[in-house]
């Protein structure tokens, strides 16, 4: 069963009171939570992707209209700051989601003849030893990072002319 404190928290019944389908139940209910934590990821990746994009296209613009009068680098710089900002509390918002997540399947595990989320993270090292697993969190959150940088060194230099 799951750790004492989140029993309570986790189930609303007792097999006894639920009936046959109790055990059938729980694990199609744990089918269904790892597909949307697997959907979660998907909408994660999209994300990335529409920042990713959004991102070169203001770097493209950037370098369009970078020698105009009208100083339009000052103004890409400052959107794509605000983007990237965006971008890095999203990511930070779904690896929060995904911990969460991941908390609940690692109890529900506990009812199911075999662990295996929780095994792998625990031979992951938990994603605190680099050369076994770096968590793509980690990496990600340094794509916004390095563009909010650059746009962020493109608006000084732009202020500077």
Known sequence: MPHQENQCKLFNTTEDQYGDLYKTHIIEQYKLYVEMMDRVSQRRMTANTFFITTNSALLTLFSLFKSTV?????????????????????????????????????????????????????????????????PLSHVECYVPIAFGIIYLVLFVVGMGQ
């Not at 890095?88 to 929060?96: A, E, F, G, L, R």
Request: with cysteine; glycine share 6%.
């Open 70 to 134: 009208c100083n339009w680098g000052i103004l890409i710089s400052a959107v794509g700051i605000i983007i990237t900002l965006s971008w890095y509390y999203i990511i930070n918002s779904y690896k929060q989601l995904n911990t969460g997540k991941f908390k609940v399947i690692h109890d529900l595990e506990t009812c199911l003849p075999m662990s295996l989320y929780h095994y792998e993270w625990k031979i992951l090292e938990e994603g605190k030893n680099q050369e076994k697993y770096w």
